[in-house]
């Protein structure tokens, strides 16, 4: 069964950090393209940041640009966000995402491009 497993959200001050993982079982994540999503209540989903293939090149919204770092562990089939200096609009639902194959350039920050998701693990930004 193909399934993809977010955690470390949670409650954070603003400035603080967290970082989020994303541990895939039933098929490999090595090759394909990954993504970081968020929702926030009432807009629509929006890519946080992805990575085309397994060369490491990592792209970002400028809204998170600086401030996060995307990663892949692909030993441990499993990525990582890391994001520091968070804002109270980084409050979201935050998911992950895999592609059902990888892309040789520019991985695209929008949701159709990605196949199989997360369920989402909420981050909330407040003092």
């Known amino acids: 069964q193909v399934q993809l497993v977010e955690s470390g959200g949670g409650l954070v001050q603003p400035g603080g950090s967290l970082r989020l993982s994303c541990a895939a079982s039933?098929?490999?994540?090595?090759?394909?393209?990954i993504g970081w999503f968020r929702q926030a209540p009432g807009k629509e989903r929006e890519g946080v940041s992805c990575?085309?293939?397994?060369?490491?090149?990592?792209y970002y919204a400028d809204s998170v640009k600086g401030r996060f770092t995307l990663s892949r562990d692909n030993a441990k089939n499993t990525v990582y966000l890391q994001m520091n200096s968070l804002k109270p609009g980084d409050t979201a639902v935050y998911y992950c995402?895999?592609?059902?194959?990888?892309?040789?350039?520019?991985?695209?920050?929008?949701?159709?491009?990605?196949?199989?998701w997360g369920q989402g693990t909420q981050v909330t930004v407040s003092s």
């Open positions: 039933g098929f490999t994540l090595d090759y394909r393209g």
């Open positions: 995402a895999a592609a059902r194959f990888g892309y040789s350039n520019r991985c695209p920050l929008s949701p159709p491009a990605y196949a199989y």
């Open positions: 990575m085309g293939n397994s060369d490491g090149i990592a």
